[in-house]
Nanobody
Framework: QVQLVESGGGLVQPGGSLRLSCAAS????????MGWYRQAPGKQRELVAR????????DYVDSVKGRFTISRDNAKDTVYLQMNSLKPEDTAVYYC???????????WGQGTQVTVSS
């Protein structure tokens, strides 16, 4: 069973930056596409960024394009989300998971809270 551990969240002012990390264990991480998801209070969890297994291709939801960058280090079984120019509407709990055409398929980790506020 894969285990996902997200970290790097915190409180940041609008316009600030954070770098999230997600460490995976228990599976061969490097063969799977991965995604970063977020869930804001009262809203459904949404996919914000995804990356192919080898890291050569990425995709983003329109609301974060040009501000967020997803990357991965398969040697460390870790996927990252660099978040710049943060906005209050980015406030959410952020999670990572394996990404498939049917959506996320692994058990969720605890997530990491990102709060953007002045």
């Amino acid at each position: 069973q894969v285990q996902l551990v997200e970290s790097g969240g915190g409180l940041v002012q609008p316009g600030g930056s954070l770098r999230l990390s997600c460490a995976a264990s228990g599976r061969i991480f490097s063969i799977y596409a991965m995604g970063w998801y977020r869930q804001a209070p009262g809203k459904q969890r949404e996919l914000v960024a995804r990356i192919t297994a080898g890291g050569s291709s990425t995709d983003y939801v329109d609301s974060v394009k040009g501000r967020f960058t997803i990357s991965r280090d398969n040697a460390k079984d870790t996927v990252y989300l660099q978040m710049n120019s943060l906005k209050p509407e980015d406030t959410a709990v952020y999670y990572c998971n394996r990404h498939t055409g049917s959506g996320p398929v692994w058990s969720w980790g605890q997530g990491t809270q990102v709060t953007v506020s002045s």
